[in-house]
């Protein structure tokens, strides 16, 4: 059984920093892209960074360029995917969500999902 499940989100200030993790297993992921998305209260979800299987290739939405990083750690059972969020605004807060999809980049028609984090920003 496949399984992304996200963790690391929690409370932070306007300006601080958070690294979301997030664990997949039950397949092989070879070829797989991992990726990131949110969605905030009454929006629909958007992207945020993806990577590529052999990392080659990493997209991020503009609103988080410069900011978040993304990046991976593969095996052929299991990978990690983390994001790493800097100078966080209020505009961030939002549930995270952890995805897979076979390809170079993951869309929003991902073939897995985590169960989503929650990140909330003071200001």
Avoid: H
């Avoid at 070829?31 to 997209?59: D, I, N």
């Avoid at 900011?67 to 790493?84: E, G, K």
């Amino acid at each position: 059984q496949v399984q992304l499940v996200e963790s690391g989100g929690g409370l932070v200030q306007a300006g601080g920093s958070l690294r979301l993790s997030c664990t997949a297993s039950g397949r092989t992921f070879t070829g797989y892209a991992m990726g990131w998305f949110r969605q905030a209260p009454g929006k629909e979800r958007e992207f945020v960074a993806s990577t590529s299987w052999g990392s080659t290739a990493t997209y991020y939405a503009n609103s988080v360029k410069g900011r978040f990083t993304i990046s991976r750690v593969s095996a052929r059972n299991m990978v990690m995917v983390y994001l790493q969020m800097n100078s966080l605004k209020p505009e961030d807060a939002a549930v995270y969500y952890c995805a897979a999809e076979s390809g170079l980049r993951v869309g929003i028609s991902a073939d897995y999902w985590g169960q989503g984090t929650q990140v909330s920003i003071s200001s």
